[in-house]
């Protein structure tokens, strides 16, 4: 889980879903008669849009879950096509991505404590992710359902193998999506 490749995942994967969740509003904003400005992205853009297609993601794996088709070369293009068919979106992410890096300027330094926050909270984190899981509930349901759909390339929803199965499970399937492609 350290490395380059798991990063590159995992932003490959939010970037293919800003995609789809962009082309998707923008589908919405046009049934409702409404223009959608193709402006530059803030982060509220970026949240909605992204949080739309990983949940486009998470319903479409949840629904197929059943069925043997889930293999790397399936997710790598289902994430990648809404990249090559917006590529309009995949510029303004490389400009949300600069800007987002971009330091900030000498008189905003207090209004960047909930970002020092922030970082505190993903250094943290990053000194607990090499320590293997130990968890209970994470070994049996949040890694056993990703890994298993990774090796079998189905997940049966059987209650009599795993009790858990009939359970929401979005944020598992989120995961399950990142773990397939590699992350």
Request: hydrophobic fraction near 60%; glycine fraction near 8%.
């Amino acid at each position: 889980l350290l490395g380059p490749g798991p990063v590159a995942v995992v932003g490959f994967l939010l970037a293919g879903c800003s995609a789809l969740g962009d082309a998707v509003t923008r589908l919405f904003y046009r049934m409702q008669g409404e223009r959608h400005a193709r402006g530059s992205i803030d982060s509220l853009e970026f949240a909605i849009s992204a949080f739309t297609g990983l949940a486009l993601y998470v319903t479409l794996l949840a629904l197929t879950a059943p069925f043997r088709i889930h293999y790397l070369a399936v997710w790598a293009l289902l994430v990648a096509l809404p990249l090559l068919l917006n590529r309009k979106h995949l510029g303004q992410l490389a400009a949300f991505g600069r800007l987002a890096l971009a330091p900030l300027p000498a008189v905003s330094r207090a209004s960047a404590l909930p970002l020092v926050v922030l970082g505190i909270s993903l250094l943290a984190h990053l000194v607990l992710i090499p320590k293997p899981e130990a968890g209970a509930d994470g070994l049996a349901m949040h890694l056993a359902l990703p890994i298993r759909l990774a090796a079998n390339h189905f997940f049966a929803y059987d209650p009599s193998a795993f009790l858990w199965s009939l359970m929401p499970m979005a944020g598992t399937f989120s995961f399950a999506i990142a773990y397939m492609l590699g992350g």
